[in-house]
């Protein structure tokens, strides 16, 4: 295999990865909303507050209802006066890290298992259905040797919202993994491995696929002549709307296995992936596998849009170029 189209995704990963780095920081403070106090249900608080036959107002009813949980711009604003300015780029190093690891493998391999096919076919262009196979494959593959840079990098970005006293603080991602590593074994490196991989497939297969079948369907009617910027923001646009909504519940599970704590002697809050889905449903309800969807969404579609326009320039500069 060529190492061009992994240096290519590489590159345009990182950039984008730092780009709306912020961005991804509110959605996984969002997507731990709930999560550490769960409050009783609805019936149980009425039944402390009002034991069997006594009245009460329904005017005060009000008052048992839990609060509301703050938006993205209002986490936004909390991890600002928390933590100041650089709290946005908080863990921003394990980002680095994982998409030069993560997504330089998985979008390399996605162009090359999708140029494979393509020769196999005779230079025919792949229909949907084979371009979504090289991206579960792709992105399954990357999500699995990235997963360390994956865990370091949930926790680096939860870590702020904790108290001082309960507070990781990895200095960088080669302090959090070597910690990771040293305190609690090398295995948990990988841990929610499987969610990661689950998700990475989801992602890269919509992602790559839909911007490779929306390009094509824009040019067939625009011409060659049509590929420049603007075609490569709408099929990027539209990648990062579908990724979004497709890999939205997998990543929030995903993100409270990871950053999980295990108090010696206790039982881990959840027991694996299909464990904290029902508990966040049960306690949560269903919506909550969608906690952060409006900053998944605002990142992603801007991610997504960066990382193909910079992956379309880099390609312009190595054209020339065989590695």
């Known amino acids: 295999m060529g190492l061009k189209g992994f240096v290519e995704g590489g590159a345009a990963s990182v950039v984008a990865g ?107 262009a792949l ?69 990661t991989v689950n998700r990475a497939m989801i992602v890269t297969a919509s992602q790559l696929a839909t911007y490779d079948q929306a390009k094509e369907a824009i040019l067939s009617r625009r011409g060659p002549g049509g590929d420049g910027l603007a075609t490569h923001v709408a099929a990027s646009f539209t990648a990062g709307l579908v990724a979004a909504a497709a890999s939205s519940p997998v990543d929030v599970v995903k993100t409270r296995v990871m950053n999980m704590k295990v108090e010696p002697g206790a039982p881990p809050p959840y027991a694996g992936a299909i464990d904290c889905a029902i508990k966040t449903v049960r306690s949560e309800g269903a919506l909550a596998l969608y906690k952060g969807f409006i900053p998944t969404v605002t990142r992603q579609g801007p991610f997504t849009v960066v990382l193909f326009v910079t992956l379309e320039q880099v390609r312009k500069l190595l054209k020339d170029f065989d590695f």
Request: hydrophobic content about 40%.
């Open 18 to 124: 730092c780009s709306t780095h912020p961005l991804d920081l509110i959605k996984v403070r969002m997507q731990l909303q709930g999560e550490a106090a769960r409050a009783p249900a609805p019936a149980m608080r009425f039944a402390l507050v009002f034991p069997p036959g006594v009245q009460h107002h329904h005017h005060n009813d009000h008052l048992l209802q839990p609060p509301r949980r703050p938006g993205p711009i209002a986490i936004g604003a909390q991890i600002l006066r928390a933590e100041g300015p650089a709290g946005l780029l908080s863990g921003v190093s394990a980002t680095v890290l994982r998409q030069a690891v993560y997504s330089s493998t998985s979008m390399g391999l996605y162009d090359t298992i999708k140029r494979r096919w393509e020769r196999e076919s005779g230079g025919a």
């Open 127 to 195: 229909p949907l259905h084979r371009k979504i196979a090289a991206g579960l494959v792709a992105g399954g593959v990357g999500a699995t040797v990235g997963n360390p840079a994956d865990v370091a990098m949930v926790r680096m970005q939860a870590d702020g919202r904790l108290p001082a006293a309960e507070r990781r603080n990895y200095r960088s991602v080669a302090h959090a993994i070597s910690r990771i590593a040293r305190d609690e074994g090398v295995r948990k490196l990988w841990r929610g491995s499987s969610l």
